[in-house]
């Protein structure tokens, strides 16, 4: 089972920006595609953006996350961060990242990650 730990969820206006931050364990982003995903209240769970793993720089977005968020990885640090950027009472939700095969991920295969953290909040409000 893959170790993640996000962070650098919060409160924001409309409009705003945050910067979420999933950190693995070493090589974490050499052996697996990782992936950002959101369950708001009420809703299903659902994808928002995955990042291939390495040397692959093959990124996949949600409609909803196109041209707002940015999905990203620093090596060094064994992290992936999703910007998000012009966010919207819709994106409020908890935002958790996931570990596994590239396709599984944007298939929202959720039985077959290989982990995944306990998220982050994010609340989106005036």
């Known amino acids: 089972q893959v170790h993640l730990v996000e962070s650098g969820g919060g409160l924001v206006q409309p409009g705003g920006s945050l910067r979420l931050s999933c950190v693995g364990t070493e090589n974490t982003l050499d052996y697996y595609a990782i992936g950002w995903f959101r369950q708001a209240p009420g809703k299903e769970r659902e994808g928002v953006a995955v990042i291939a793993s390495n040397p692959y720089p093959n990124t996949h977005y949600a409609d909803s996350a196109k041209g707002r968020f940015t999905i990203s990885k620093d090596n060094a640090k064994n992290t992936v961060y999703l910007q998000m950027n012009n966010l919207k009472p819709e994106d409020t939700g908890v935002y958790f990242c996931?570990?596994?095969?590239?396709?599984?991920?944007?298939?929202?295969?959720?039985?077959?990650?290989?982990?995944r953290g306990q998220g982050t909040q994010v609340t989106v409000s005036s």
């Open positions: 996931g570990a596994g095969h590239y396709t599984y991920l944007i298939e929202e295969r959720y039985q077959d990650f290989e982990g």
